[in-house]
């Protein structure tokens, strides 16, 4: 299996305004062999203009695109090999099946054209219904399948022919919350039993945390953060990234911060006055002095009716596993989650405290975080 190495990367489609923001800018990517990457941002963010140009569907404006030994694209050189000689697979999100074709009919379908042995293609189509669990649907039609049925035909009709890597837009997009579910925990064991390189693009970022190895997290074409989906959720690079990814989203608090130290601060907010305690030392924060500043905190970090700072129940939503409480403090809403079956009723008084060392300060200008670690009330 191939690595994948994006080196400079634009894509500017219309080159005519100067002022049009290129959809995707300088992107540099290194996707190692046997990875699953996902493409990760909202909407309009570059993900899918991405995946398409290493895919060859779609032409760079500049940089260097190389697959496994191979330089696929290049700029200044004139390189632009065709989607067809890249050795890649490449699954749509409308399935796009045959509708005239059975099962297995529509899996052999790429095989023939490649112009395989009848018997090696026999054997190889049994395998792909076998890995996908579909070989009662073999002598079906697309019409009498179900979503999650064609999308796991689709998907073995895909890796049939065994390409080098494997790439997916929004594959699930059009599923049921069921059924998504159900087809993640497939493409997970799929991963892992192919040995392939999976490129998986999403807006969704529970599917991108779930199915990763690594998050290409995007906004308005730029690199937001590429790392484990844990180190992204964990200690996001910016405060995009920390809102992006998470659900409930983390709170963020504005606070007056100053230096006390290289891996020590001070800051004010909710009225009161926080000691913050950094794991490593908290570089622009010490540098500039005291400036303004944001909090982030998850909400798993708000621990209810213990601490020192007062709130009220803003509003409850109880799930069963957990419950989704919103404070209402001074003029601040605070997300807690606790775990299990409690409730509370609105406008009910409740204590509270940030508890743990995950806590994150950032720069409130440029977004950029500054420090992690944990905060003890002072004042």
Known sequence: MPRIVLEHVTKQFDRTAKTHAAAVADLNLVIEDREFITLLGPSGCGK????????????PSEGRITIGDTVVFDSEKGINISP?????????????????????QNIAFGLEN?????????????????????????????????????????IARTLAPEPKVLFMDEPLSNLDAKLRLEMRTELKRLHAETDSTFVYVTHDQLEAMT??????????????????????????????AAEFVGSPTMNFIPVTAWS?????????????????????????????????????????????EEGDLKGQV??????????????????????????????????????????????????KDSGEKLGRGSVTLTA
């Open 48 to 59: 899918t203009t991405t995946l398409r140009m290493i895919a060859g569907l779609e032409t």
């Open 84 to 104: 067809a000689k890249r050795d890649i697979g490449f699954l749509f999100q409308n399935y796009a099946l045959w509708p005239h074709m059975t099962v297995y």
């Open 114 to 154: 490649l112009g395989w042995p009848k018997e090696r293609l026999r054997q190889r189509v049994s395998e792909m219904l076998a890995m996908l669990q579909i070989e009662t649907f073999e002598k079906r039609y697309p019409s009498e399948l179900s979503g999650g049925q064609q999308q796991r035909v689709a």
């Open 211 to 240: 199915l990763a190895t690594r998050v290409c997290l995007m906004n308005a074409g730029v690199l937001q953060q590429y790392a484990p989906p844990l180190v992204v959720y964990n200690t996001p690079a910016n405060l995009f």
């Open 260 to 304: 006390t130290g290289e891996d020590t601060a001070e800051f004010t907010a909710l009225g009161r006055t926080f000691a913050f305690k950094g794991n490593a030392p908290l570089g622009r924060l010490r540098d500039t002095g005291k400036g303004n500043a944001v909090l982030g905190v998850r909400p798993e970090f708000v621990h209810l």
């Open 314 to 363: 803003y509003a409850a939503l109880p799930s069963g596993m957990e419950t989704i409480v919103q404070l209402k403090a001074g003029e601040q809403l605070i997300t807690s989650v606790e775990f299990g079956g409690v409730d509370y009723n609105v406008n009910t008084p409740l204590y509270f405290a940030f508890c743990g060392d995950g806590l994150l300060l950032f720069d």
